[in-house]
């Protein structure tokens, strides 16, 4: 008798129909998942709630693109922002595509990563760059190899403190975003001073040495963001 009942009760609140679609509140779903609120039922509140965890709880789970679009709320921030969640800086909802959770937002918002501020602009990202950290090269030698991405973290983290200071309030370290995330750039080396300059995918740069470098010489390396 319990199974008579259950069955009725139970189809009252879920629908499924043959092709696998499911309603919530409907015996007829119209999609793969159809959840009909009682407006007129003032006592009842409608709504569909996402999963809630804060910016460090999700920045200790590790998704892939198995879990591309996966929805979920965010309570608070991550207190440092990196890797996947580089981008879950406020309170609010976020989405997974499958390397970062970025935030949901309309195309008057604005995401930020880095420090950097990217505008969207007809629900279309534009890339997201920044110029690296200073560093010094070494032209002592005929040829030269530097991991740019090494010393991009190290500067970002604040790894030495003899060099580096931040007010106190502040988190220990900038955010950075992973090597496979970044495409490097030189935008510009004076040829009289280098040659052959090349740059790997992992950040990695090479160089020859064929003159004296001036008070003048410098070169512009940009990280453009995937």
Known sequence: MNKKLYLPLFTLVFGVSVCGQVGI???????????????????????????RLTGDQLTAKTYTTAQTGAIVYITAAAVSPAGQTMNVTTAGYYYFDGSLWKSVGSGASTLTADNITTKIDSNTIKGLFFYMPSIALDLTQPSGVVNLYTRYTA???????????????????????????????????????????????????????IGSATDATYVNIVFVQK
């Open 25 to 51: 509140n409907t015996p007829t779903p119209k999609a793969t998942l159809d959840v009909v609120g009682d407006a007129a039922n003032t006592s009842k509140l409608d709504g569909v709630i996402a999963p």
């Open 155 to 209: 500067q970002f983290g604040l790894t030495d403190t003899t060099t580096s200071t931040k007010n106190p309030a502040a988190p220990a370290a900038i955010p950075v975003l992973a090597s496979n995330q970044l495409n490097y750039y030189i935008t510009y080396y004076d040829k009289t001073v280098l040659s052959n300059v090349q740059v790997s995918d992992t950040g990695q740069l090479t160089y020859d040495v």
